[in-house]
């Protein structure tokens, strides 16, 4: 042993009886930090990203300093004692070896072509496959997002991992319709020679999506004809063909939640122009406790909140009732009858970031230091997003969005008596009354079914929900990814040091590989079914479930 570590010894001892009390997310952070500073970054699928080391121990050393006194004092006497602090630090809260990690698979290449896979006018596909057979092709995973195929970023990565990908792009106008979509891509899917399982992959709206479709192809149309729905669907939607399973990436609670959400009760109704709006409701006046300050949260108080979300339920409830009536006294035939709505950027939470803002429980964490998760309550990273922007439906204020009726009921349509938001919880909305429901439809879905969500996005609290209430699957995992944005790359603007969270993307990408291998790899799945080659080696993976 050197004299430098004879000389460390002590105080790292000591250090070690004063941190039983010191798990806060002060300390947590500078763990962390004290294994990107002293180790970089964790090898991952894509190389790491560049490292900035001397202003990463710089930054440090203040978070050594706020989070345990002891560790400060090490840190304080000697520039070279920081390592040592931070690897006490490191291995006490994080508990992580100090050697690094082996480096992972490089990707695989693959080949990418549009493919007809349903009626144009409903579903547009792309099929990604690799370029050379390996064990993971037998794994279909069909991708859902409603946005084009091209920019899907699920479908090159999951590719690259060396699974076989069905990229969709739903194009129908109603909720059904894009249902028959997904089905599409479910068929083709199945039909793909070697393909043995096939998993549906919903990201953002495609999450609420392929939530419904499962619910719908597991149990029949009655449970999307069920009394309390507001729209209930078609007899189109009978014997869809099931998926073997189901992941969630920061799925939205549904499109009808994420349309009242978004209304903003200041705009005069029903024209619902910027040019007269209510005061007392205003979500970007400063006495209402909006800071101007991009970079700062807003800070408004709880009978302001509860004032707010239940006249964005009113407001919602009115234009429910209106659509009926026109539903009713309006020739559907005609296809011109439409619903002017004014609407855009209201989410308080997107202000307060107070709201919606941690776990209930403990679940999966996934970090740099950390990639197979580590049980806590989450937290969300995320910084106030959409600035004051006028609210609806734009700056000029021009005609509010025309929405056809059918389109409206469909997708926009649900009940909220009691809308009310905290920390850790939405409440008072009638999750029954939509089709669109996520929280509604996973509690059918009965298959192996991963949640993941981004600490850096405003979802965090509706992904718990998800979990809590989908008890039919015996097998579900939910896990956050640190740092992540909605787009799945780190939040930068989050960071408390350079480089915090890493490679976010890669993160999430290689928990997802190591998911779908340890639910659905069989030995004997004939991998070089396509070519008559044999399959590529590929190194083993574990579980972590919560």
């Excluded at 076989?164 to 199945?190: F, H, K, M, N, P």
């Excluded at 089709?435 to 079914?449: A, C, E, H």
């Amino acid at each position: 042993m050197t004299a430098r570590s004879w000389e460390t010894r002590p105080r790292a001892e000591t250090a070690t009886s004063g941190l039983a009390n010191h798990g806060t997310r002060e300390n947590r952070r500078a763990a962390l930090g004290a294994s990107r500073c002293l180790h970089g970054d964790q090898p991952n699928w894509h190389a790491p990203r560049p490292e900035a080391a001397q202003r990463c121990r710089q930054r440090l050393r203040l978070r050594i300093e706020k989070a345990t006194p002891l560790l400060a004092d090490a840190a304080r006497h000697s520039p070279a004692r920081i390592g040592v602090a931070a690897v006490v630090l490191s291995a006490l809260l994080l508990a992580i070896p100090i050697a690094p990690v082996a480096a992972q698979n490089v990707p695989i290449a693959y080949t990418m072509h549009p493919e007809p896979i349903g009626p144009p006018q409903l579903t547009i596909g792309a099929l990604f496959q690799p370029a050379t057979p390996t064990p993971n092709e037998s794994i279909a995973v069909v991708v859902v997002h409603q946005i084009p195929v091209a920019a899907e970023i699920p479908c090159p990565q999951l590719a690259q991992r060396g699974f076989t990908v069905v990229c969709t792009d739903e194009t129908g106008t109603t909720w059904d319709q894009l249902a028959q979509g997904i089905s599409d891509g479910v068929s083709y899917a199945r039909s793909l020679p070697g393909v043995r399982h096939v998993v549906l992959l919903g990201w953002s709206g495609g999450g609420s999506m392929a939530a419904y479709y499962q619910n719908v192809a597991q149990n029949g149309v009655a449970v999307c004809r069920a009394p309390e729905r507001l729209d209930p669907c078609s007899s189109a939607l009978a014997k869809l063909p099931r998926a073997d399973g189901v992941i969630l990436l920061d799925a939205i609670p549904g499109l009808a939640f994420s349309f009242l959400s978004a209304l903003d009760p200041a705009v005069a109704r029903p024209e619902g122009l910027t040019s007269r709006l209510d005061p007392s409701l205003d979500l970007f006046l400063p006495r209402n406790g909006y800071n101007p300050d991009p970079k700062r949260s807003s800070t408004y108080s709880p009978s302001f909140i509860n004032r707010y979300t239940q006249a964005q339920a009113h407001r919602e409830a009115e234009l429910v009732s209106i659509a009926q009536h026109l539903e009713h006294t309006a020739p559907k035939a005609s296809g011109a009858t439409v619903l002017a709505v004014g609407h855009d950027a209201a989410r308080i939470w997107q202000q307060d970031t107070s709201l919606l803002a941690r776990t209930k429980g403990k679940h999966l964490l996934i970090t740099p230091t950390s990639p197979n998760g580590r049980l806590e309550v989450v937290h969300s990273v995320r910084v106030p997003s959409d600035s004051p922007i006028p609210s609806s439906p734009q700056a000029d204020d021009a005609a509010p969005t025309d929405y056809p009726v059918d389109t409206f009921l469909s997708e926009d349509a649900i009940k909220a008596p009691d809308y009310r938001l905290s920390a850790d919880a939405i409440e008072g909305v009638d999750w029954a009354s939509s089709n669109t429901s996520t929280i509604v439809n996973v509690g059918g879905i009965s298959v192996p079914l991963l949640i993941m969500s981004m600490s850096a996005h405003y979802w965090v609290v509706p992904s718990e929900m998800y979990y809590r209430a989908a008890r039919r699957s015996k097998q579900k995992t939910l896990a956050y990814v640190e740092g992540a944005e909605h787009t799945f790359n780190p939040c930068t603007a989050c960071e408390t040091f350079p480089d915090e969270f890493g490679n976010t993307e890669a993160e999430l990408f290689n928990f997802v590989h190591r998911w779908l291998v340890t639910h659905f790899s069989t030995a004997t799945a004939p991998a070089a079914a396509r070519s008559g080659r044999a399959p590529q080696s590929e190194q083993p993976v574990s579980s972590h479930r919560s």
